[in-house]
């Protein structure tokens, strides 16, 4: 399964929009990119999964580049409420999943 | 449609005791994962369950850990002679039995504190 990389923490501000890159050089070809948020003593929750150029749901966007050898998670406008930790998931998106340690999103006032 | 239902959600023992956590899948889920989460990292896989079935169980210690998924009934995660390392979130999710990609659906998690 290809390994991820990821920063380890982000702040950012209400209203602004947060970009979050995961890099992960090693995708084989029938990996998917999956994002999941996890807030304090919860479980993990889907965000967002994509194969190739954007996809784009309620919640976020997450654009990966002809290469796929990366990937961004953006996130219009976050909210005190988006603080938690985002993981990305590279794998073919079924059986188990690999979670590397996520980045950690603080959103202040 | 109740999501990923897990029990207690909060466990107490001490060491040498058995711990048993539940895990009830979503509604037409039939694929169950469980996940153990120690403080400050990332989710590990443990173990890959379809209705009386282990799939995958690559990520289970090899001793004092089992765990099983009967035709009836909730999925357990079972570890004997609990140690102090045991202390982490043990999360369960599951899956719709439709192969191809999907999301899992996880549940609240059950805290397993050992004394």
């Known amino acids: 399964l290809a390994k991820t990389t990821q920063p380890i923490s982000m702040d950012s501000y209400e209203g602004q929009e947060v970009n979050i890159t995961c890099s992960h050089n090693n995708i084989a070809t029938n990996d998917y990119i999956t994002w999941y948020q996890q807030f304090p003593s919860q479980g993990p929750r889907f965000i967002i999964q994509g194969y190739k150029t954007k996809v784009t749901n309620e919640v976020a966007s997450l654009f990966i580049p002809a290469d796929r050898k990366s990937s961004t998670l953006s996130l219009p406008r976050v909210s005190l409420s988006d603080t938690a930790v985002y993981y990305c998931?590279?794998?073919?998106?079924?059986?188990?999943?690999?979670f590397g340690t996520g980045t950690r999103l603080l959103v202040s006032p | 449609n109740a999501g990923v239902m897990q029990n207690p959600r909060h466990l107490v023992r001490r060491r040498g005791q058995e711990a048993r956590l539940r895990c009830s899948p979503m509604k037409g889920h039939s694929h169950v994962y469980w996940y153990r989460q120690l403080p400050e990292e990332g989710l590990k896989f443990m173990v890959y369950l379809q209705k009386e079935n282990i799939i995958d169980e690559s990520g289970m210690p090899k001793e004092r850990f089992s765990a099983e998924f009967p035709k009836e009934g909730p999925s357990i995660l079972r570890i004997q002679q609990v140690v102090r390392g045991d202390s982490a979130a043990y999360f369960c999710?599951?899956?719709?039995?439709?192969?191809?990609?999907?999301?899992?659906?996880f549940g609240p998690g059950t805290r397993l504190t050992v004394l």
């Open positions: 999710a599951s899956s719709p039995p439709d192969r191809g990609v999907e999301e899992q659906f």
């Open positions: 998931l590279v794998g073919p998106g079924f059986q188990k999943l690999v």
